[in-house]
């Protein structure tokens, strides 16, 4: 879909979320709206600082009671708000410390095995670091939780 497509004033994001809303049903996109919502409002207003998804209404602990098809269609949300782009594709990449991680990645990338390599490459390594610095913190007498 070409920027030419969308309806006046229309932003990709709202594109999506018109789509979600056919796809999901009531409840779940209430939840999804429930998280996005925050994030969305800050990016229009452009306010600066952490944003943090609101989970009221999940069972549980702050979170855990939401599906992670929801936690997926939320962080496409918010790529799509700020690429501006539908085409993002959560990917799970293998790290070398045996975990794993989901990104959020444009489609290009996601399909690219060398791209997704680099991206692992590259969280490998700034966990290193945090590691490091939690350390260094942590004999400095600092706090380790920021």
């Known amino acids: ?10 932003r990709p994001v709202d594109l999506y979320l018109d789509l979600l809303r056919v796809r999901m049903t009531p409840s779940d996109y209430a939840l999804l709206l429930r ?8 990016m229009q207003e452009q306010r600066a600082g952490p944003i943090e998804l609101h989970l009221e209404g999940a069972e549980g602990a702050e979170g855990a009671g939401v599906p992670q098809e929801i936690r997926d269609e939320a962080s496409l949300v918010v790529a799509a708000a700020v690429t501006g782009r539908m085409d993002n594709q959560i990917v799970e990449i293998e790290t070398a410390e045996g975990g794993s991680v989901r990104v959020v990645t444009d489609s290009g990338t ?14 490998g390594e700034r966990h290193r ?14 706090p380790t939780d920021v």
């Open 129 to 142: 670091q945090d590691e490091e610095l939690r350390g260094i913190a942590e004999v400095s007498g600092l």
């Open 35 to 42: 998280m996005v919502e925050p994030v969305l409002e800050a």
């Open 1 to 10: 879909m070409t920027e030419s497509e969308f309806p006046p004033e229309g």
């Open 110 to 123: 996601a399909a690219d095995p060398v791209r997704c390599r680099e991206i692992a490459d590259f969280i």
